[in-house]
């Protein structure tokens, strides 16, 4: 198990996070939140794939009355996301928000930020106090990327003080980039100098297909050095994707436990016997809505496959014309082709 970052505890509803708590994979919902049904629908498949917790934006005063309604009826903590507005941070807090997220950089009056800060201690809720760093103030686009990391490092410590200073420690910090290694040079600098627990993800990584890589490896380079307590995988599509591909990351970690069944398949090459890639997606879609957690191998041939697959607990390695059924690494089953599935099924079942 990779060792974790010691941090303070930021109380976010009834979730807790730091380093003695679960990682908690959130995201956002992408609909308007005025459509209070349709801000639910998604929030309800989010919770079913896995979210931990979802945020929620509120540019208008419409807005957070609709948060108000979502709370109520929300299966999960919501967080609000604010920007430029303290009036909407109140709102957002005394709609009930668990943790709103704050660039105190875009709120330019620092007594509207103790407003906010004395809002938020009165309803006990956490605040993310984020850099981004496109929006640092002394940032020019010809500084040099060391230099725009110790800008958002000297811009996270005076917000830091900021709240420190008005007896508010309830905090969980976050500095963005859409730049993978400043992402990561950033948050180990932070985790140095801090020990509030850590939000990360990029700024935006694009459209899933692009995104998959650059997030998984900040977040996954940052969580393997024990840094980061709450990940958001930004991608321009189905928050459900987000989610998907932040458990997989902290799966892939050992980081939280593989829930359901996993599916295995070996990447192919000359010696394979079947459409091995055409045999796994039918293998995953039966696999849909099995709980158990289960460990299942496609393979495309008897050379490698049954010891490549030793750890599986069931495993398709195919032959020509046939294929081979393993179980637990021990062979139980020589099955043709086409019924190569149904069997795999009966024995899952
Ligand atoms: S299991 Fe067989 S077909 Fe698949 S990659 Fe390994 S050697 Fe190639």
Known sequence: MLKRRKTKTAAVGPIKLGHQYPIAVQTM???FTTDVAACLRQIRQLEKCGCDLVRI??????DTAALAKIVAKSPMPVVADVHFSATRAIEAIEAGAVKIRLNPGNVKDKNDIRRIIDCAKAHKIAIRVGVNEASIRDLKSDVAPAKRTALMLKEM????????????????LSAKSADTVRTIEVNRAIAENFDYPIHI???HAGLPEDALVPSSVAIGTLLAEGIGDTIRVSVAGDPVEEIRIGKQILHSLGLTPHKGPELIVCPTCGRCQVNVVALAKKVRKRLEGITKPIRVAVMGCVVNGPGEAADADLAICAGAGKGYLYKQGKKIAVVEEDQLLDALMKEIS
């Open 157 to 172: 410590r005076s917000y830091v003080r900021l709240f420190e200073k008005a007896g508010f420690d309830n905090l969980v």
């Open 57 to 62: 934006a509120v540019p208008t005063q419409a």
């Open 201 to 203: 993800g990029l700024t």
């Open 29 to 31: 919902t992408k609909v």
